[in-house]
């Protein structure tokens, strides 16, 4: 596959930062058995950053991921390693490394379990400011019609960085999702 992104950023910060990104990422997946599929994406962004007083700067940074999957009769496993080049809430253009992996857990055919872990770690693109995430999660989902699915879930997730030091969050969902089709 070949993915083309085009981001466009604005920011009402002091310097008025503006930034424009322009990715290419090029993947292959391939179901090696049946129960083996792995993934590999590599590719440039390209970033044009304008800000008030300090001129316009072009930036190149590298997007990829690896993904390995496994799937025995009732049960996936799912890892994975990206990379990617993302401007901050505030316009500052950021690194992120991400590594995370999955498993569910599939209880009958109309229930399963689904646990998740990942960690990311993030810095400018000057090396400034660096900060960790981390996040673990658990759902349970069912299968109530053909069309209908109802999942709750809990979600633990830590940050630690430099500036703010360390912090934590819960959060506790329940979602119902319907598919529905239109018709012309």
């Known amino acids: 596959g070949l993915d ?11 310097l008025a930062t503006r930034s424009q990104t322009i990715g290419v990422v090029a993947s292959i997946t391939q179901q ?43 049960l996936e496993i799912d890892l994975s390693l990206t990379q990617s080049v993302e401007p901050s809430t505030v316009g500052e253009l950021q690194s992120f490394t991400r590594a995370g992996a999955g498993l569910i857990w599939t209880v009958n055919p109309e229930e399963s379990l689904s646990f998740s872990a990942d960690f990311t770690h993030r810095t400018n693109l000057d090396g400034s400011e660096p900060s960790d995430f981390a996040r673990i999660g658990a759902s349970y989902d069912v299968t109530l019609t053909r069309e209908a699915r109802l999942s709750v879930g809990y979600q633990f997730r830590a940050e630690n960085d430099d500036l703010d030091g360390f912090a934590s969050d819960h959060q506790v969902f329940l979602t119902l999702t319907h598919d529905f089709t239109l018709l012309p």
């Open 32 to 74: 090696r058995t049946r129960r083996h599929t792995i993934g590999f994406s590599l590719g440039p962004t390209f970033v044009r950053t304008e800000e008030r007083g300090l001129g316009t700067r072009f930036d190149v940074g590298v997007d990829g991921s690896a993904n390995f999957g496994y799937k025995l009769r009732d």
């Open 4 to 14: 083309t992104t085009f981001g466009f950023f604005t920011s009402e910060n002091d």
